[in-house]
């Protein structure tokens, strides 16, 4: 069982920044290739990034690239997720999660963290 929770949301003015951290428990951490995840107001839940468990490997949506960036630390069980020039649609909660090997889909789930980006 892997416990994820999720930080580092709030308000933040159109072009501004935030970083996003997501920690968790367990002590194969590395195993588990990452991914974040957000849910625009009614809106579904949506892919954003994902890295490798060693952090070799990394993912984004075509709406996020060249402004977000994943990062993993390994040996703090934490994963990044670095937004910059951030628009007013990236207002969402933001989700990580963990994907086990050799299972299908995410496996573990965080409680979210909301993110508001003003005009």
């Known amino acids: 069982q892997v416990q994820l929770v999720e930080s580092g949301g709030g308000w933040v003015q159109a072009g501004g920044s935030l970083r996003l951290s997501c920690a968790a428990s367990g002590r194969t951490f590395i195993t588990y290739a990452m991914g974040w995840f957000r849910q625009p107001p009614g809106k579904e839940r949506e892919f954003v990034a994902r890295i490798s468990g060693g952090g070799g490997n990394r993912n984004y949506a075509d709406s996020v690239k060249g402004r977000f960036t994943v990062s993993r630390d390994n040996a703090k069980n934490t994963v990044y997720l670095q937004m910059t020039f951030l628009k007013p649609e990236d207002t969402a909660v933001y989700y990580c999660?963990?994907?086990?090997?050799?299972?299908?889909?995410?496996?573990?789930w965080g409680q979210g963290t909301q993110v508001t980006v003003s005009s």
């Open positions: 999660a963990a994907d086990q090997p050799l299972t299908p889909g995410y496996d573990y």
